[in-house]
T-cell receptor, first 114, second 114 residues
């Protein structure tokens, strides 16, 4: 039972354009959401997070949007750069989890073409 | 400030041997999480530990796997009598306080079972 889903395994975008990565979740107890970026042979690197009390959080070129009624979040990268090419994971944690264990989606591979 | 350290980075074991994976959290972090990533999948939570305590091991297989985080020294994930299906990347993450704090990941240990 996948509680966090990233339905697009890959996304290709031209440099300078917007990248939009999507994530859906099913567990209504999730209240904190994060995006991680991962390069091959490295660990995930934290990008940006959002609490369920907000619907938007922005940090430089990265913005995360949360639509609680649709149980959907998205990560926008503007403008996209070739160095953004990586696998992006969304993750969520639940209100009642003992210690903030994260549930991850399957990842979306972003390729930004020069 | 050093990040999360994991060693070894790569580990090759034959079926039936034991694998020991080590994780040193970031300075000031007392919460450690272990995740496993199978090929082409997202990360799956295994276990959450604080110093000398296992808080949540709901994601850990019941047999052959164990984890500890002693008062002194790194956290250890131990896999006894490894099988080919244990081949995966094992990531450790740490956070300062646990609840709703961002987790920072190490580079991972890639275990290959021959």
């Amino acid at each position: 039972d996948q509680q966090v889903k990233q339905n697009s395994p890959s996304l290709s975008v031209q440099e300078g354009r917007i990248s939009i990565l999507n994530c859906d979740y099913t567990n209504s107890m999730f209240d904190y959401f994060l995006w991680y970026k991962k390069y091959p042979a490295e660990g995930p690197t934290f990008l940006i997070s959002i609490s369920s009390i907000k619907d938007k959080n922005e940090d430089g070129r990265f913005t995360v949007f949360l639509n609680k009624s649709a149980k959907h979040l998205s990560l926008h990268i503007v403008p996209s750069q070739p160095g953004d090419s990586a696998v992006y994971f969304c993750a969520a944690s639940a209100i009642l989890s003992a210690g903030n264990m994260l549930t991850f989606g399957g990842g979306t591979r972003l390729m930004v073409k020069p | 400030n050093a990040g999360v350290m994991q060693n070894p980075r790569h580990l090759v074991r034959r079926r039936g041997q034991e694998a020991r994976l080590r994780c040193s959290p970031m300075k000031g972090h007392s919460h450690v999480y272990w995740y496993r990533q199978l090929p082409e999948e997202g990360l799956k939570f295994m276990v959450y530990l604080q110093k000398e305590n296992i808080i949540d091991e709901s994601g850990m297989p019941k047999e052959r796997f164990s984890a500890e985080f002693p008062k002194e020294g790194p956290s250890i994930l131990r896999i006894q009598q490894v099988v080919r299906g244990d081949s995966a990347a094992y990531f450790c993450a740490s956070s300062p306080l646990g609840s709703k704090e961002t987790q920072y990941f190490g580079p991972g240990t890639r275990l290959l079972v021959l």
